[in-house]
């Protein structure tokens, strides 16, 4: 919105518009917003520990601040120690309802040492932005818990207290709400459970439990000031390679990896194979609208096989985890992910007679546009399910 000029107008006609800001008003409601107010909150909610799975405290804190404010809070969870949090204001007369909503956890470390020696460098979990935020000395708002996305969160909650405190009421109602389990994670194989889940108790929660009604709504994010209406989805793929456990001093080695009968030889080719897929999706799948360009992307995320400790016979089993940032019309009935066809042939011909299998979870986003970017769904003899098993 920095971008836009403040004489642009705020509809295409102006007079369609259901009411019309005076300039008294808009003096009024800038007088009431305390810039100091504005940074002290950011930072005193930026600086509460709320990776996934712990934001309670986060919570509490965003419930105590809109019961002080008289936004007359409540909490709406799975669970009561991953709650929602819904303030309002207005709603004297008929009118349309707006919804702002961001989230309370923040990227990082998991904090599980078992699971972050794996994924980061020390170096990287030693970044103080990870859970930390400060004012720099050139007046800038550091550390990622501000930028994504307690930052945005401060941001509309200063703004409704500048209306109240203005005495500009509403005559819709106007939802501000604090979500958990927007970075994640996601139930998959062991695990499973409330600790794992991610947006099924969060916004997606909020909405179907909540007892909210909103004709429109607004995510705050730290998006570098852009603005956009369209949602993307996702999907994530478990590509299994099968092969066949051998006593190691029995072994005779094959001189080509794809004909090893440890599937941890065969990666490589199964690899290339999903890169090559993934640079055809990225390149065919741009979905260009007048809410701007989005464009899918693909990354392996994880692998996994065999066991450090129990060695003398390789492994039979191994695994990679993609994930396939897509896009989904929102009148479309199934997900968006491309079509792996080409990939699983060119897999199986890398691998001849290895066995593959592909699981999906999906995470479908919405456009206002109806045109779709999947061409098709896996083939038939693909198992395909709707949630990790």
Same mark, same amino acid.
């Given at each position: 919105?920095?971008?836009?000029?403040?004489?642009?107008?705020?509809?295409?006609?102006?007079?369609?518009?259901?009411?019309?800001?005076?300039?008294?008003?808009?003096? +009024?409601?800038?007088?009431?917003?305390?810039?100091?107010? &504005?940074? @002290?909150?950011?930072? =005193?909610? $930026?600086?509460? %520990?709320?990776?996934?799975?712990?934001?309670?405290?986060?919570?509490?804190?965003?419930?105590?601040?809109?019961?002080?404010?008289?936004?007359?809070?409540?909490?709406?969870?799975?669970?009561?120690?991953?709650?929602?949090?819904?303030?309002?204001?207005?709603?004297?007369?008929?009118?349309?309802?707006?919804?702002?909503?961001?989230?309370?956890?923040?990227?990082?470390?998991?904090?599980?040492?078992?699971?972050?020696?794996?994924?980061?460098?020390?170096?990287?979990?030693?970044?103080?932005?990870?859970?930390?935020?400060?004012?720099?000395?050139?007046?800038?708002?550091?550390?990622?818990?501000?930028?994504?996305?307690?930052?945005?969160?401060?941001?509309?909650?200063?703004?409704?207290?500048?209306?109240?405190? +203005?005495?500009?009421?509403?005559?819709?109602?106007?939802? &501000?709400? @604090?979500?958990?389990? =927007?970075? $994640?994670?996601? %139930?998959?194989?062991?695990?499973?459970?409330?600790?794992?889940?991610?947006?099924?108790?969060?916004?997606?929660?909020?909405?179907?439990?909540?007892?909210?009604?909103?004709?429109?709504?607004?995510?705050?994010?730290?998006?570098?000031?852009?603005?956009?209406?369209?949602?993307?989805?996702?999907?994530?793929?478990?590509?299994?390679?099968?092969?066949?456990?051998?006593?190691?001093?029995?072994?005779?080695?094959?001189?080509?990896?794809?004909?090893?009968?440890?599937?941890?030889?065969?990666?490589?080719?199964?690899?290339?194979?999903?890169?090559?897929?993934?640079?055809?999706?990225?390149?065919?799948?741009?979905?260009?609208?007048?809410?701007?360009?989005?464009?899918?992307?693909?990354?392996?995320?994880?692998?996994?096989?065999?066991?450090?400790?129990?060695?003398?016979?390789?492994?039979?089993?191994?695994?990679?985890?993609?994930?396939?940032?897509?896009?989904?019309?929102?009148?479309?009935?199934?997900?968006?992910?491309?079509?792996?066809?080409?990939?699983?042939?060119?897999?199986?011909?890398?691998?001849?007679?290895?066995?593959?299998?592909?699981?999906?979870?999906?995470?479908?986003?919405?456009?206002?546009?109806?045109?779709?970017?999947?061409?098709?769904?896996?083939?038939?003899?693909?198992?395909?399910?709707?949630?990790?098993?």
């Amino acid at each position: 919105m920095a971008d836009i000029p403040a004489s642009a107008p705020t509809f295409a006609d102006p007079a369609a518009a259901p009411y019309a800001v005076s300039e008294e008003e808009r003096e +009024a409601i800038a007088a009431a917003i305390d810039t100091d107010e &504005l940074v @002290a909150l950011a930072l =005193e909610l $930026g600086n509460i %520990p709320s990776r996934s799975r712990e934001e309670l405290a986060a919570a509490e804190f965003v419930h105590d601040w809109m019961g002080r404010e008289g936004f007359k809070p409540r909490k709406v969870g799975a669970v009561p120690e991953r709650p929602n949090v819904i303030g309002e204001y207005g709603g004297t007369a008929p009118g349309a309802n707006l919804l702002f909503t961001a989230h309370l956890d923040t990227e990082s470390p998991s904090g599980i040492a078992e699971q972050d020696r794996f994924r980061y460098r020390e170096s990287t979990m030693a970044d103080p932005e990870w859970t930390k935020c400060w004012l720099d000395e050139e007046g800038r708002l550091r550390g990622f818990p501000i930028s994504n996305d307690r930052g945005p969160m401060s941001c509309f909650l200063i703004a409704a207290k500048a209306l109240k405190k +203005a005495g500009i009421g509403l005559a819709g109602k106007t939802w &501000l709400t @604090a979500c958990p389990g =927007e970075i $994640g994670p996601e %139930p998959i194989e062991e695990f499973a459970g409330i600790d794992y889940m991610g947006k099924d108790i969060g916004a997606h929660y909020l909405f179907h439990h909540g007892g909210v009604a909103p004709d429109y709504a607004i995510a705050a994010e730290g998006t570098d000031f852009g603005l956009t209406w369209q949602g993307s989805g996702y999907a994530v793929f478990r590509v299994r390679i099968y092969g066949q456990g051998m006593f190691t001093p029995i072994l005779e080695a094959p001189r080509l990896t794809t004909a090893h009968p440890n599937p941890i030889y065969r990666l490589g080719p199964v690899i290339e194979a999903l890169h090559a897929w993934g640079l055809t999706w990225e390149a065919n799948s741009i979905l260009r609208t007048a809410s701007g360009e989005v464009a899918p992307k693909v990354q392996i995320a994880s692998v996994r096989g065999g066991m450090p400790t129990d060695f003398g016979a390789g492994t039979e089993i191994c695994a990679l985890y993609i994930e396939v940032a897509s896009i989904r019309a929102r009148r479309r009935p199934r997900p968006c992910t491309g079509s792996l066809r080409p990939c699983a042939a060119s897999m199986s011909r890398a691998l001849m007679s290895s066995r593959l299998s592909c699981v999906m979870v999906s995470r479908l986003g919405s456009a206002r546009s109806p045109r779709s970017l999947a061409p098709s769904m896996p083939r038939p003899g693909w198992r395909v399910a709707p949630r990790w098993k």
